[in-house]
């Protein structure tokens, strides 16, 4: 079994920042693409950032937030800048592992969450 355990989250006012992060543990082989995504109320969850190969943003992050990872550590971060009200969501780790081998399937994993609130 793989784990994700987010951090971070918080109540930042408008133009504030945050710096999320999220330590994969358990039974890792390799990690291909790491991400965040968001879920506001009464909406889908959604991408924001990936990071693989290459790295992936929402538009509506571009330029504000900024996605990295620590191999070694298992670790996936999301540095947001210039946050606005409408980035109110609970904030999740996805990651994509293979546990045993190359020869092991890639399997998704979730963390559970954490709440980012900005106000106005």
């Known amino acids: 079994q793989v784990q994700l355990v987010e951090s971070g989250g918080g109540l930042v006012q408008a133009g504030g920042s945050l710096r999320l992060s999220c330590a994969a543990s358990?039974?890792?082989?390799?990690?291909?693409?790491m991400g965040w995504y968001r879920q506001a109320p009464g909406k889908q969850r959604e991408l924001v950032a990936a990071?693989?190969?290459?790295?992936n943003y929402a538009n509506a992050v571009k330029g504000r937030f900024t996605i990295s990872r620590d191999n070694a550590k298992n670790t996936v971060y999301l540095e947001m800048n210039s946050l606005k009200p409408e980035d109110t969501a609970v904030y999740y780790c996805?990651?994509?592992?293979?546990?045993?081998?190359?020869?092991?399937?890639?399997?998704?994993?979730w963390g559970q969450g954490t709440q980012v609130t900005v106000s106005s």
């Open positions: 996805n990651a994509n592992v293979r546990s045993t081998g190359w020869g092991t399937p890639l399997r998704e994993y």
């Open positions: 358990g039974s890792i082989f390799s990690i291909n693409a």
């Open positions: 990071i693989g190969g290459r790295t």
